[in-house]
């Protein structure tokens, strides 16, 4: 998906956006940092927000059970370790090529933010 709509709609409801070096767009969502990551080859949407945790060796085990947990728990949330041990949650699905991202798009935001709380009370007990 191009970032085009992205773009337009962060602009429109008021969000700080920046482009990074990888053409990812960057906005601070809830006071956490969210990547749409576009693709202007397919009709694919995947917002993330990494880098949450970062996994050690002792506890490996532990995190990939609460990514289990998590993925289970939300619609169309993924929960997973990078192969450095990074902890990322992100959100992936195929869209039409025109969608209307005010249907979609914050409500997408928010079980990011929603599944990072539950993942820490996973990992942590919090």
């Not at 397919?42 to 996994?55: G, K, Q, S, V």
């Not at 370790?81 to 969608?99: A, C, Y």
Request: proline residues 4%.
């Amino acid at each position: 998906m191009k970032p085009d709509l992205i773009l337009e709609w962060l602009s429109d409801e008021g969000f700080k956006h920046e482009i990074d070096e990888d053409g990812d767009v960057h906005f601070r969502y809830q006071g956490r940092n969210l990547y749409f990551t576009p693709d202007d080859d397919d009709t694919y949407f995947r917002i993330i927000l990494p880098n949450i945790y970062e996994a050690e060796e002792e506890n490996r085990y532990q995190v990939l059970e609460a990514c289990n947990a998590i993925t289970r728990q939300y619609k169309v949330l993924k929960a997973y370790l990078t192969p450095k041990g990074n902890l990322w949650l992100s959100i992936e699905m195929f869209v039409d090529t025109t969608p209307d991202i005010g249907d979609f798009f914050e409500r997408c935001c928010n079980i990011l933010v929603h599944g990072y709380e539950d993942m820490k009370k996973e990992i942590f007990g919090e």
